[in-house]
């Protein structure tokens, strides 16, 4: 059934159906464009928050396509679908590049869904990897990566500032008669519009005209987000804040809002030297001999991120310095969960990778933050001014909105 939804896709004029034990699977007819190809596999809700891929060219490579809102993440990589020239291909320099694409809005082991339609040079391409000719090597992978990196985020950059995440309720009509399913959906703050708010009047990306081969995408510059207007109302279990909106009633979550802060702090400051701040006391860590020599191998990635680490003596680390965006009352605690997380956490890619420290960083600092009322405000001003104020650095919301009607 999966080869059939390949080759449906990378043929959408043709008819394909599929019938199993006397039952019928689908029945896709001839679509004269990809992207209805797409819609008819996806379904009527889905297909309404696909984000289209704009067109984008780069070094001899073309990409264009779409991908489903992080919260349509998965394991895996089956709900990728690729095409190189028109077949179907795998790779994991494209897969990687996907994520990458959706960094800061997906946990490690996530993988966004995406369809995705590559032409370049056949040149560039060894497709001699597999004997099914699935898999194939690049020659230029870093300019494969460029393009659909550059490609996502021209599409993603739009709805960085999209309002909360709302939890629709059923009526009590509907309660009455059937189960009804409660599903997220995207709440109605004062803020941009999402991709596709409108499916219908969304203009639909060609599959590679040569003729533009040359066009090239500039992604427009982010606007800068703008706090609503809350009023705080006061604080559940010691964890929540509960803020009343003009449309209803907003959970916040201060410990993801200080993940999503610190994120992009350490994420951010470029090619200028991350300020830092010392420790009164350093930090003695005993680590096992094979972790304390890959730590100290990787010293420069963590000076990157601002911890400044050297061998003590023995099996002895010392970290003498930490972020200065970075407030922990406890640096013993704090630094032994974040070395055991870098160090015994498999993830694809560098273990010391700037993006995955500022990740773990901002998530173990935030595990320790004590909520407080009277920081509700400043922490909402300086939320809203990141480029994805409405969920952490792993996807989970900052802000649920709960309607007036729902409510």
Not at 119 to 141: G, I, S
Not at 210 to 231: G, W, Y
């Amino acid at each position: 059934e999966h080869q059939l939804r390949l080759h449906a896709l990378a043929a959408p004029g043709v008819r394909f159906r599929l019938r199993k034990d006397d039952r019928e699977v689908f029945d896709l007819p001839a679509a004269a464009k990809a992207v209805d190809r797409v819609r008819q596999l996806l379904g009527t809700d889905l297909s309404r928050e696909l984000i289209p891929l704009p067109l984008t060219h780069g070094n001899g490579v073309s990409a264009e396509g779409y991908v489903l809102p992080a919260s349509h993440a998965r394991k895996g990589r089956r709900h990728q679908f690729v095409f190189l020239n028109g077949r179907p291909v795998e790779d994991g320099v494209i897969s990687r590049a996907l994520a990458e694409g959706f960094r800061g809005a997906l946990a490690d082991g996530l993988h966004p869904a995406a369809w995705l339609w590559l032409e370049l040079e056949p040149a560039l391409v060894d497709v001699n990897v597999h004997p099914a000719k699935r898999e194939v090597r690049f020659h230029r992978p870093l300019d494969v990566r460029d393009v659909i990196l550059e490609a996502v985020a021209s599409a993603l950059k739009p709805a960085t500032t999209a309002a909360p995440v709302r939890v629709e309720r059923p009526s009590l009509a509907d309660l009455a008669t059937d189960a009804v399913e409660i599903a997220p959906r995207t709440a109605n703050f004062p803020a941009p519009q999402p991709v596709l708010a409108n499916w219908e009047k969304a203009e639909t990306p060609r599959l590679f005209p040569r003729e533009n081969a040359q066009q090239e995408i500039v992604a427009s510059p982010l606007p800068v987000s703008t706090v609503p207007d809350f009023r705080v109302i006061g604080m559940l279990h010691q964890r929540f804040v509960i803020l009343e909106s003009a449309d209803g009633l907003v959970l916040f979550d201060p410990k993801a809002a200080h993940e999503r802060i610190l994120y992009e702090k350490l994420l951010h400051h470029e090619n200028r030297a991350l300020e830092t701040q010392g420790l009164l006391v350093p930090v003695l860590l005993d680590l096992d001999p094979r972790d304390l020599d890959l730590v100290l191998r990787e010293r420069l990635a963590l000076q990157d991120a601002g911890i400044e680490v050297e061998a003590f003596g023995g099996n002895t680390l010392q970290v003498r310095c930490l972020p200065a965006c970075l407030t922990v009352e406890e640096p013993r605690v704090f630094l032994a969960a974040l070395m055991d997380e870098l160090l015994h956490d498999p993830a694809p890619g560098s273990r010391f990778a700037l993006e995955r420290l500022a990740r773990i960083v901002a998530k173990r600092a935030s595990m320790l933050v004590l909520p407080k009322l009277a920081e509700t405000q400043p922490l909402l001003a300086e939320l809203f001014l990141c480029e994805l104020p409405n969920c952490a650095a792993d996807g989970r919301p900052t802000l649920t909105e709960f309607g007036t009607r729902e409510l």
